[in-house]
């Protein structure tokens, strides 16, 4: 029999959202590896499964020691489920060093989709977001922050991270010193959960309005940076990285296309510098 590693997705808040898939890999693991015993039993007794497989604990500070076994598990034929308290393991929670320590062994590993809060962000924001980067959580000390925050400048893509409750204003105070108030945001707290709410605007009004204090797990979507050209030759080095990434050249046109410069114009000066 051949072993495997399987990375599971579990409810951000709402049981109802845990795959069918789960519940079964939940009931035929041979190991569950959890980042919380005590939640992934709660989850399991929610959902009405039993587990039947060994469970044994796997959070931040004892993650490195467990991986010999776990991967020796693996290599001996038997599957080992990871799970984490809520979301996908190894985005910003446990997982990452077991993944590479079963890639480096050539053993099997597959996911079970679900829940994300970082797409579900995404999906409620209200912003664009075709492009995004996920970022975790920043920095803790402001002036570690306020750099972080500084290479956010001049990005293009939308960036979603994790802020916890009590560092919240902060650090939604230092985004509008570092990039102005006008830029547009949004955060999502308690996403699945009965007081689920988004808070919409720019960062000077999410900054006033978290200064009152904020409650529950958050999830911030910030609005990519709005590039400003009057020249559309600035812009080709841009296009052509989009381009070479896959993108159709109209469509990397369009992305990057400022209010000084209109698409057309910069779909010629692309194929002009091409000819040089």
């Known amino acids: 029999m051949t072993g495997r590693l399987v ?9 109802g959202d845990a795959s069918p898939r789960l519940r079964s890999a939940l009931a035929t693991a ?69 993944v590479a320590a079963c890639v480096a062994e050539n053993l099997a590993i597959t996911c079970l989709p679900g829940p994300s809060a970082v797409t579900t962000a995404l999906a409620l924001s209200g912003l664009p977001v075709e492009r995004f980067c996920f970022d975790g959580f920043p920095p803790r000390k402001q002036g570690q922050r306020k750099t972080w925050l500084s290479a956010l400048a001049t990005e293009q893509r939308a960036c979603v ?5 009590h560092r919240l204003a902060d650090c939604l105070a ?7 108030p006008n830029r547009r945001a949004a955060v999502c707290r308690e996403l699945t959960k009965t ?8 960062l000077g009004e999410l900054a006033a309005w978290a200064a009152e204090g904020v409650r529950g797990e958050i999830t911030v ?8 050209a009057s020249d559309p030759a600035d812009l080709v080095d841009e296009v052509e990285r989009l381009v070479e990434g896959g993108a159709r050249l109209k469509d990397a046109c369009a992305l990057v ?20």
């Open 195 to 202: 007081y689920e709410e988004v808070k919409r605007g720019t």
């Open 161 to 165: 991270f994790f802020e916890a409750p």
């Open 7 to 15: 990375l599971a997705a579990t409810p951000m808040g709402d049981v």
């Open 174 to 180: 230092d985004a509008v010193d570092v990039l102005g």
């Open 221 to 228: 979507v910030l609005e990519g940076a709005v590039l400003v």
């Open 30 to 98: 041979d190991v569950v590896a959890a980042e919380d015993t005590r939640r992934t039993k709660s989850l399991a007794s929610a959902l009405d499964v039993t587990i039947t497989g060994k469970i044994v604990s796997f959070y931040d500070q004892v993650e490195i020691s467990r991986l010999p076994a776990l991967v020796a598990d693996v290599a001996e034929g038997k599957t080992v489920l990871l799970v984490t308290d809520a979301g996908m393991p190894s985005v910003s929670d446990p997982g990452y060093r077991l």
């Open 257 to 276: 296309a400022t209010a000084g410069v209109s698409k057309r114009e910069l779909y010629e000066t692309v194929l002009a510098s091409r000819k040089d």
